[in-house]
């Protein structure tokens, strides 16, 4: 219990030794951080719009682009008795 009344003793005391920030600092580079943040926010939220457009519009001109079906992309009809197999002997 004296080690933590002794570290509780020593913290108060090297808190007093801290130079704290006037009030006005402390203001200037609370808005110099949310400013850097909101251009930040913009910057990543244009980087996303243009993305997400640019794949939009790749998407709409790979599906104008597609072929449409003929005869030959039918599917096959394979009877049993249509399918004729070979074997030879393992020597």
Do not use: Y
Not at 53 to 77: D, F, M, N, T, Y
């Amino acid at each position: 219990m004296k080690k933590i009344i002794k570290f509780v003793k020593e913290a108060i005391m090297e808190l007093g030794k801290v130079t704290w920030p006037t009030r006005l600092t402390a203001l200037r580079f609370t808005l110099g951080v949310l400013v850097v943040s909101a251009v930040f926010a913009l910057f990543i939220g244009l980087i996303d719009i243009g993305l997400s457009k640019g794949i939009a519009g790749l998407l709409a001109w790979v599906s104008e682009r597609q072929v449409s079906p003929s005869a030959s992309s039918q599917p096959v009809q394979v009877q049993p008795d249509d399918i004729q197999v070979e074997t030879t002997p393992v020597q």
